[in-house]
């Protein structure tokens, strides 16, 4: 091969490699733990609640850069008097150094009986649903 030839390669090999480069950007941010409680400390994993309490949900992420985003989209899924999956709440948060997060969902008046869920998103995709009942 000639010296132009080489010199053409080796510059497509350079812009190939900076291109895949560019368009893989994966985080190593993972969800390792998210589980649904009554209590605001965050004790006491139930699945199970009352009209009255306020629903904490508790994820923990791991090996999360500060740009790490973490969305809950609270959902009634079957609840008396409502749409079947009517949107309550959703809330986003960028990660800051943090590895444990606590969402919730309150209440002004009682919770109607039925099912719900919560979806936890990362970084834009859904990574873990958790369905809990009010009785």
């Given at each position: 091969m000639n010296k132009n030839k080489i010199q053409i390669l080796i510059i497509v090999f350079v812009v190939m490699f900076t291109m895949?480069?560019?368009?893989?950007?994966?985080?190593?941010?993972?969800?390792?733990?998210a589980y649904l409680t009554a209590?605001?400390?965050?004790?006491g994993n139930t699945t199970?609640?009352?009209?009255?309490q306020t629903f904490y949900c508790v994820v923990t992420v791991a090996?999360?850069?500060?740009?790490?985003?973490?969305k809950a989209v609270w959902t009634g899924v079957d609840v008396e008097g409502v749409d079947p999956n009517f949107l309550i709440d959703e809330v986003e948060l960028t990660t800051?150094?943090?590895?444990?997060?606590?969402?919730?969902?309150?209440?002004?008046?009682?919770?109607?009986?039925?099912?719900?869920?919560?979806?936890?998103?990362?970084?834009?995709?859904?990574?873990q649903t958790l369905e809990f009942t009010v009785q």
């Amino acid at each position: 091969m000639n010296k132009n030839k080489i010199q053409i390669l080796i510059i497509v090999f350079v812009v190939m490699f900076t291109m895949l480069a560019c368009e893989f950007s994966a985080s190593t941010a993972k969800i390792s733990d998210a589980y649904l409680t009554a209590n605001e400390d965050g004790s006491g994993n139930t699945t199970v609640f009352s009209g009255d309490q306020t629903f904490y949900c508790v994820v923990t992420v791991a090996n999360a850069p500060d740009d790490t985003t973490l969305k809950a989209v609270w959902t009634g899924v079957d609840v008396e008097g409502v749409d079947p999956n009517f949107l309550i709440d959703e809330v986003e948060l960028t990660t800051d150094g943090q590895n444990e997060f606590t969402f919730n969902l309150q209440n002004d008046g009682l919770w109607p009986v039925g099912t719900y869920k919560v979806e936890i998103f990362l970084n834009g995709t859904l990574d873990q649903t958790l369905e809990f009942t009010v009785q």
